[in-house]
């Protein structure tokens, strides 16, 4: 019989796997089209592709905003309480997820935001905000990464 926990966690690393492999086809796909970068001026930004594609709104939002921050609350919870050997495995990985989370609503999302209107700001702005992003993504990606091997640990060793 399966019991909340183990259902939470089985949700955690069904959205943890999802938002890393979307985590990976975005910075592969979809970040080039948003910052185009160029020999001259560095990184630029084609304010009219992030309009367009709008993922933020479109897909994470969905997928991520609300149900990942929600899933990693109620997985921390649940881990801390949790007396299976799994807990200090899904303990980790709802840290690290929350990290992740921090981190996407304090600097991915207002940064998307100010970029999305690139026009008020100077190339050498731009630039370093961009660069900060992409460097900055590539570590998120880990998070997502860590956290999801984590958690598929914790759950094999949760039954």
């Not at 990942?68 to 840290?95: G, I, K, R």
């Not at 929350?98 to 940064?111: A, G, K, N, Q, Y």
Request: hydrophobic share 50%; charged share 10%; proline share 4%.
């Amino acid at each position: 019989m399966l019991t909340t926990s183990a259902i939470l966690l089985t949700l955690f690393i069904l959205n943890l796997g999802t938002a890393f492999g979307a985590g990976l086809y975005e910075t592969v796909i979809i970040l080039p089209k948003w910052f185009p970068r160029s020999l001259n001026a560095g990184y630029t930004v084609d304010t009219t592709a992030m309009r367009e594609i709008d993922s933020g709104r479109k897909f994470w939002g969905m997928v991520t905003t609300m149900p990942l921050t929600l899933l990693t609350f109620a997985n921390l919870y649940f881990a801390a309480q949790s007396p299976h050997p799994a807990h200090d495995w899904w303990v980790a990985a709802a840290l690290l997820t929350l990290v992740e989370r921090i981190s996407t609503f304090t600097f991915f999302i207002p940064t998307a935001i100010k970029l999305q209107n690139a026009e008020t700001l100077t190339p050498a702005r731009i630039h370093g905000m961009v660069s900060r992003w992409v460097k900055l993504n590539s570590i998120r990606c880990t998070l997502n990464l860590l956290g999801w091997i984590l958690a598929i640990e914790a759950l094999a060793l949760y039954f």
